[in-house]
């Protein structure tokens, strides 16, 4: 029932915006429209992520007092818990927001990889075409240099290069307090390291032992995810001033 829910909801109708962006750009190649339609749906997802990158920064930005409510009630759960909720209220900060946010945004993530992942290109499935939608004739050849139903060693590395400036991005580097450091300070390092250097190695890998049009998703989502970090962050700074 749910598979049948997400195929007919969201699977369907990106699969037949896909095919569309193909036949509207009859000049482009397969690779060209795979960038223009992942560009396309991070651009409608961009109100929702937006809003969820605005509350991240939000929240950091009043670690410092957060901690202070953590070391005031340390002693008390359950005063702690009341102390941040209030703050939240009083700063007007929904903490679950970015999850709700998130959890939307998944469903149709992998509506995305599946396509491109299982998509069956150049094959075109028409029977999962609308009446309207017509299948067009698929060069696989991105730029007329690269194979994209095959791995691709250049694809692959630039995968691993943005995820890691996406990352970079995303996750800056966690400055070591002062006053020492705790077990959750050394795990958040920690954390952090691995997600900058061993995520940016392994996408690397898995992007080569996949066809190049998962590549070419893969790199236009996270250029368009430090492009958004940076849009967002400018306009919070601006907020402030």
Known sequence: MISHIFSVVIYIPLYNGLITVMDVLPFADAGVAVIVFTFLVKLVLFPLSQRAVRTGLRMKMYETDLAAIKEKHKDNQEAYTKAVMDFYREKKINPLSSIVLALIQIPIILALYYIFYRGGLPHIDTDLL?????????????????????????????????????????????KQPAGGTSMKDDFGRTLNLQMRYFLPAFVGVVAYNISGAVSLYWITSNLFAIGQEMYVRRAHRKSLT
Do not use: C, E, H, W
Not at 142 to 156: P, Q
């Open 130 to 174: 609308y009446a309207f939608v017509r299948a067009p004739q698929v060069n696989m050849r991105f730029l007329g240099l690269i194979d994209i139903t095959k791995g691709s060693l250049i694809l692959a590395v630039l995968v691993a290069v943005s995820q890691y400036f996406q990352v970079r991005f995303s996750m800056p580097v966690r």
